[in-house]
């Protein structure tokens, strides 16, 4: 996809996430549905101009994701959607999102400052997590855990922009989901007794674990079929060259 492709596909995905969850806001059970049905379109056409190792990845990601969810949402009750369900468009979204990521982190001008760029995600996270620890009534402390977990992944993981990229994204996407009431963090994590803001500081360090396990996954499948799989076992996935630098 080139530069332009990746730019459209970025305003794209975040007119129709925006659109998606305004309407979502006080929509009916059968428009929650409509919505979800757009959402797939949306991630299958764009998964149709991608790369079938893309596409993978993507998918695998998807995977992951969405157990992930279940197991918030569903089971754990770390959060809840609006209508205590996992909507429809949540998988596709979780989908888009990555694809999104993906190529945006590729993007020769954000590749060529891609040092800065981390630094100041990372220094933009650091005073979130702080400042989720001073707010009243409770400290933030599952911000610190997965402030945490995005310090190691940009510290040690292979895709420090990949992370910073989905961590800024992520952030977006939280404040305005949350803002609207589409969903929303329990105060104290069940079980855990662990504080948390609403949304939590740090929240997009999320998405590089699941990129990291979603690679593990991917490079665990080539090793059962490795003539098959042994083009795409080198890059452990499909992230474009110049977010791999």
Do not use: K
């Amino acid at each position: 996809m080139s530069t332009h492709g990746t730019l459209a596909l970025l305003a794209g995905f975040t007119a129709a996430g925006a659109a998606i969850l305004a309407l979502d806001a006080a929509a009916p059970v059968t428009v929650h549905a409509l919505l979800g049905v757009a959402m797939w379109a949306f991630l299958a056409a764009a998964l149709a101009l991608q790369p079938a190792p893309v596409r993978r990845q993507v998918l695998v990601l998807m995977c992951v994701a969405t157990a992930l969810e279940v197991i918030g949402s569903l089971v754990w009750r770390a959060y809840t959607y609006r209508l205590d369900d996992l909507p429809l468009y949540v998988p596709a979204g979780h989908g888009l999102f990555y694809l999104v990521a993906l190529r945006t982190a590729a993007l020769p001008l954000l590749a060529r400052h891609a040092r800065p760029i981390v630094l100041a995600v990372t220094a933009g996270a650091t005073v979130w997590m702080v400042a989720g620890l001073v707010r009243p009534p409770l400290p933030d402390l599952l911000g610190l855990v997965v402030w945490a977990v995005f310090i190691r992944f940009v510290v040690r993981g292979r895709y420090p922009l990949l992370y910073a990229v989905s961590f800024v994204m992520t952030a977006g996407l939280e404040f305005y989901g949350t803002g609207l009431g589409i969903w929303a963090w329990s105060p104290v994590l069940p079980g855990l007794m662990l504080p948390a803001g609403n949304p939590p500081a740090c929240i997009g360090a999320g998405y590089a674990a699941m990129d990291a396990l979603t690679r593990r996954i991917i490079g665990a499948l080539d090793a059962r079929a490795p003539r098959r799989g042994s083009a795409r076992a080198e890059a452990g996935g499909a992230l474009p060259a110049e977010a791999s630098s």
